[in-house]
């Protein structure tokens, strides 16, 4: 876990962000009161099978692709957990003694102080469409030429998500707070 200090952010569209949606805009001043703690890596498969061991839970349904690095089972535990409802993701913070971010405090952390779109250089921060295959893509291109196979040719080139924490982290240490999952 890493500890998150109060301060403020201007949440929704960053300035120099000019691919907003309506829901993002106006952009607005929000302040974090209070420090808190959050998991430096998105939850990984070994937590969760040991929250689902001690709470009796049984693990989501594995993702279904034609390339998958879940292995059999959820047998890859530095993965990602996915596919968890919302009552579950709550549950499982509960029992790790904590809480789900709001959404202010979710975006404070994962801009980091950030004021750009982005902390980073998109390549060495996140895991997204067109890195996360066994070949890079130009996804944009894609969706523009060939949209009712966008699916089918990032599946064929077996983008998926990655082990958790293999890309740069943010100021407040903390890793894949955009792209991987």
Known sequence: Y????????????SPA??????????SHAVVITKGFWLGQTEVTVGAYRRFAGATGRQLPPQPKSIWT????????????????????????????GG??????????????????SR??????????ADNSGRQRLDSEKILREDQGNYGKRLDKNGNNMHEVGQKRANDFGLYDTLGNV
């Open 2 to 13: 890493v500890w998150i200090p109060p301060g403020t952010l201007m949440m929704g569209c």
């Open 17 to 26: 962000d000019t691919d907003c949606k309506d829901d993002v805009k106006p």
């Open 69 to 96: 690095p879940f292995k059999p089972g959820w047998g890859n535990e530095t993965m990602p957990i996915v596919v968890v409802a919302w009552e579950d993701a709550q549950a499982y913070c509960s029992w790790a």
């Open 99 to 116: 809480r789900l971010p709001t959404e202010a405090e979710w975006e404070y952390a994962a801009r980091a102080g950030s004021l750009a």
């Open 119 to 128: 902390y980073g250089v998109l390549d060495e921060i996140a895991w997204y």
